[in-house]
């Protein structure tokens, strides 16, 4: 079975600080790692994913994520936030034998900037 | 290229009445997906469709009911709506289960 966790369901970061969203996974075979941005009132947007290749990965909005397989974790990073970054973000996880059912979503973190 | 749309954007049902909302997707994709979002819950899948003519059910399928009958719509079916059923409603889709594309999301209230 898998499941993802997300640490902190509220971040607050000011801005131009680092960002960072913690995820831990549990899946028993190799995983597809995923994160999301929504921003208010709209649908999600990926943000990058990892499917095996690179464990450091780079997504759009200048967000990275490393693929940690001895922590079973794939942290969100920004190195310097911004007003814009303000939103919810949601790490998921399947694995690539998966069907259509076996994605799993965290529960979210809200991102707040400050000026 | 929309991507993926959702009909209507917002809804108010009393309880008992039904509804359908009407996602659409223009790339081609065979996997299409119903999600809810509730505060604190993450994303739920409903019910998912692996290609036209096909359905199956998610994790919270209980009230809800889908059709596929072409390959850029899945229709999400409320036959008798119940204050439960109060969500976001997300539609989804992708040409692999890895790295789906959402819509905008439909806001629905069943008081």
């Known amino acids: 079975a898998q499941s993802v966790t997300q640490l902190g369901s509220h971040v607050s970061v000011s801005e131009g600080a680092l960002v960072l969203l913690r995820c831990n996974y549990s899946s028993s075979v190799p995983p597809y790692l995923f994160w999301y941005v929504q921003y208010p009132n709209q649908g999600l947007q990926l943000l990058l994913k990892y499917t095996s290749a690179a464990t450091l990965v780079k997504g759009i909005n200048g967000f990275e994520a490393e693929f940690k397989k001895s922590e079973t974790s794939f942290h969100l990073t920004k190195p310097s936030a911004h007003m814009s970054d303000a939103a919810e973000y949601f790490c998921?996880?399947?694995?690539?034998?998966?069907?259509?059912?076996?994605?799993?979503f965290g529960s979210g973190t809200r991102l707040s900037i400050r000026p | 290229n929309a991507g993926v749309t959702q009909t209507p954007k917002f809804r108010v049902l009393k309880t008992g009445q039904s509804m359908t909302l009407l996602c659409a997707q223009d790339m081609n994709h065979e996997y299409m997906y119903w999600y809810r979002q509730d505060p604190g819950m993450g994303l739920r899948l409903i019910h998912y469709?692996?290609?036209?003519?096909?359905?199956a059910k998610g994790e919270v399928p209980d009230g809800y009911n889908v059709s596929r009958l072409k390959k850029q719509n899945f229709l999400l079916g409320l036959e008798s709506a119940a204050p439960s059923q109060t969500s976001v409603y997300f539609c989804a889709s992708s040409l692999t289960p890895a790295g789906q594309f959402f819509g905008p999301g439909t806001r629905l209230t069943v008081l």
């Open positions: 998921a996880v399947t694995h690539v034998q998966s069907s259509a059912s076996k994605i799993i």
């Open positions: 469709s692996v290609g036209e003519g096909t359905t």
